[in-house]
C-alpha cells in the first residue's frame, strides 16, 4: 500500500512537472526582427535637405498553441553591426539600437536666454530599452539619409550629440552592407541580417531587406556555424 502511494505521489508530481514546463515552454516570449512595411518616415528640420528615417520592426511571434499566449519580452535591447560584403566591419563598434516608441534623450535648458535641447544620460539609458508584447510591434531606428547626399549613416540615441544626427564613425557610403540586428531579452537571444544598400544621393536610392543566407558560400556557412548554435542555445 505504502508503495502504491508513493508511487502515485510520484506520477503526479512528474505529470505536474511536464505541464509546468510546457506551459513555461510555449509561453516564452519570442522575437523576430522584420522589415518595417509602414509609412515612410520623411521630414525636413531647419534649413536642412528634406531627410529620411529607416526602421524595422520586433514582433513577438504568436504561440504555436492556441490556448497560449507570448509572456512580454521585459527590457528588451537591441544592438546594431555592420559589415562589408567580405565580412570586415564597416563600423567598428556594436551600436545600441534606439526604440522609436521611447522619447528623444533630451531635455529643455536655458542658454543666453534661449531654450536649447541638450543630451539627458538617463533618457539616453531609457531609450535602449522597451517592453515587447505580443499585441504591439515596436519599431527600431535604423539609419537616416538626407535628400542630394550620397552618404547616409546609422541613426540611435547618441546621434543627437551630433549635427544632423549624423555621427561621422557611423559613415556609409555607396554600397551594399550586412546589417545585423540582436535582441537581447528574458531568456532569450536572436539574430536577424539584413541587406542595406545605399546607391545613391536620393532618398529612393535607401532600401532594406532581409539577407538571403543562400549568398554564403559552403566556407562562409561553416564558419559562422557556432555563433548560429549559440543563438539558438
Not at 531579452?185 to 541587406?195: H, L, N, V
Not at 532600401?207 to 555563433?227: A, G, T
Request: glycine fraction near 4%; charged fraction near 25%; charge should be positive.
Amino acid at each position: 500500500m505504502a508503495n502504491e502511494i508513493i508511487f502515485a505521489f510520484l506520477l503526479g508530481f512528474l505529470a505536474s512537472a511536464t505541464v509546468a514546463f510546457l506551459f513555461e515552454y510555449g509561453s516564452r516570449p519570442k522575437l523576430r526582427t522584420l522589415l518595417d512595411d509602414s509609412d515612410r518616415a520623411q521630414g525636413k528640420s531647419n534649413d536642412n535637405p528634406p531627410h529620411e528615417f529607416y526602421h524595422l520592426k520586433v514582433r513577438n511571434l504568436q504561440a504555436r498553441c492556441p490556448l497560449l499566449n507570448r509572456r512580454p519580452a521585459w527590457s528588451c535591447k537591441a544592438t546594431l553591426e555592420v559589415f562589408n560584403t567580405d565580412r570586415s566591419r564597416a563600423i567598428q563598434d556594436s551600436i545600441q539600437a534606439r526604440w522609436t516608441s521611447q522619447p528623444e534623450p533630451l531635455s529643455p535648458h536655458l542658454k543666453d536666454g534661449q531654450v536649447v535641447n541638450l543630451l539627458d544620460p538617463a533618457k539616453l539609458v531609457i531609450a535602449r530599452k522597451v517592453d515587447v508584447h505580443q499585441h504591439e510591434e515596436q519599431q527600431l531606428s535604423a539609419a537616416i539619409k538626407f535628400e542630394g547626399e550620397s552618404d547616409c549613416h546609422i541613426f540611435s540615441n547618441e546621434s543627437y550629440l551630433f549635427r544632423k544626427w549624423q555621427n561621422p564613425a557611423w559613415r556609409l557610403r555607396n554600397g551594399t552592407y550586412r546589417l545585423r540586428v540582436t535582441l537581447y531579452y528574458e531568456r532569450g537571444r536572436t539574430e536577424e541580417d539584413f541587406e542595406l544598400l545605399n546607391s545613391g544621393p536620393s532618398r529612393n536610392d535607401f532600401h532594406l531587406r532581409h539577407y538571403s543566407n543562400s549568398r554564403e558560400s559552403l566556407p562562409e556557412k561553416l564558419r559562422d556555424l557556432p555563433r548560429r548554435i549559440g543563438i539558438l542555445l
